[in-house]
């Protein structure tokens, strides 16, 4: 691991300052994901901002939005009553995260913004796009079971790992952020893009910009969001397929629905094709497989994860019926 500085502001006025003054200095969080990447040298910092001094902590319900502070830990999020009130799909999203240890220690900024699982990015000693641009991508034609089927290109299919942004991005949030020229606000749907032929550019934010909370808005149809989440394993495990949904009815026929998938896609993934299938239409079988195909027209598959396209039809049917409360 190479040596670095370390700072520990406690404004964000100097943690932005500090890191846009720096072209390799970076902010860390609770370091669950950074310091692995570092360890294994797939990322390098000559210094890093510690963010964790920053009054960015709390979590607010307040004027028809529940604001998630950039340093509430996972766990806090997914316990706390607002948010389990207010958007249900992002409680559990977060329940399904991870482990326990991990989302004591993690927080919201930095879960959006941890890299892919992909191995050969992570791999030091393997070429890599998104770790070193124009160095090729062995996922095209090696192991690919991960990895994504839509939003691919032909320099890199990794996978977007966060489920707390799928989960999001269903509850239509939006990214509230600082830097030394300005403070945004970035739609969740506008926050992190596809590879296209920059894997190595996975969001909105510029150097030096600091994630300082998420909002929510409180709307009937996010109190209804719920989320699925398919994975190897019980615990300590990413998404192999997730899908968040937020589902408003009038008897059986939908009146309004967001759809949302992880561990399908390089980016999160919302569907708007799956949506446009099933508003205004009865809850049934047939209307739930037209929203499937429609979901994955246009997937590219790859030999070890064509099995995706199907598994996440499947979830996606399972899922809503649930949420119906239909056979
Ligand atoms: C074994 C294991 C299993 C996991 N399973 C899952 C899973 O199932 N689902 C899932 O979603 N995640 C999973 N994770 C990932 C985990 O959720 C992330 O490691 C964690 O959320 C990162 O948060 P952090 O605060 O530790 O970020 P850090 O590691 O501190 O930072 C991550 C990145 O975010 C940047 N950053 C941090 N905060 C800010 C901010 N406020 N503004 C701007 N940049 C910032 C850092 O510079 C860094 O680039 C798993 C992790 C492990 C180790
Ligand atoms: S899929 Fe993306 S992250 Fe994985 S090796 Fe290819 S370029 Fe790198």
Request: hydrophobic share 45%; aromatic share 4%; with cysteine.
């Amino acid at each position: 691991m190479r040596a670095f500085e370390y700072a520990r502001p406690t404004s964000v006025d100097d943690a932005v300052r500090l890191v846009a003054e720096r072209p390799d200095a970076g902010f860390i969080a609770g370091g669950t994901d950074l310091l692995n990447l570092m360890k294994d040298g797939a990322r390098a910092h000559d210094c890093l901002i510690d963010v964790n001094a920053l009054p960015l902590a709390d979590v607010v319900e307040r004027d028809g939005v529940v604001r998630i502070g950039a340093l509430a830990r996972m766990r806090e999020v997914a316990e706390h009553p607002a948010v389990r009130r207010a958007a249900p799909v992002v409680s559990e999203a977060l329940l399904n995260s991870a482990s326990p240890q991990v989302r004591n220690m993690a927080a919201i900024g930095g879960n959006l913004l941890q890299r892919t699982r992909c191995g050969y990015f992570r791999d030091v000693g393997s070429p890599c796009n998104k770790r070193v641009p124009g160095s090729g991508c062995p996922a095209l034609e090696g192991q690919n079971r991960a990895h994504a089927i839509l939003g691919v290109s032909d320099q890199c299919i990794a996978v977007h790992p966060s489920d707390l942004a799928v989960s999001l991005l269903a509850v239509d949030a939006t990214v509230l952020t600082q830097s030394p020229a300005r403070a945004r606000r970035i739609p969740m749907g506008e926050f992190h893009v596809a590879p296209g032929a920059t894997p190595d550019r996975e969001n909105a934010l510029g150097h030096g910009e600091l994630i300082v909370g998420v909002e929510i808005p409180i709307t009937p149809m996010a109190a209804t969001s719920r989320y699925l989440k398919l994975r190897d394993r019980a615990t300590f495990e990413f998404a192999v397929v997730a899908v968040a949904a937020a589902l408003e009815m009038n008897g059986n026929v939908v009146r309004d629905v967001r759809l949302t998938f992880g561990g399908i896609a390089t980016k999160p993934w919302r569907s708007p094709e799956a949506e446009a299938a099933l508003r205004g239409r009865p809850l049934t079988g047939a209307t739930i497989a037209a929203a499937g195909q429609a979901l994955v027209r246009g997937a590219v598959t790859r030999e070890h994860n064509a099995f995706k396209a199907d598994l996440v039809q499947r979830a996606l049917d399972g899922h809503l019926r649930d949420l119906a409360g239909v056979q």
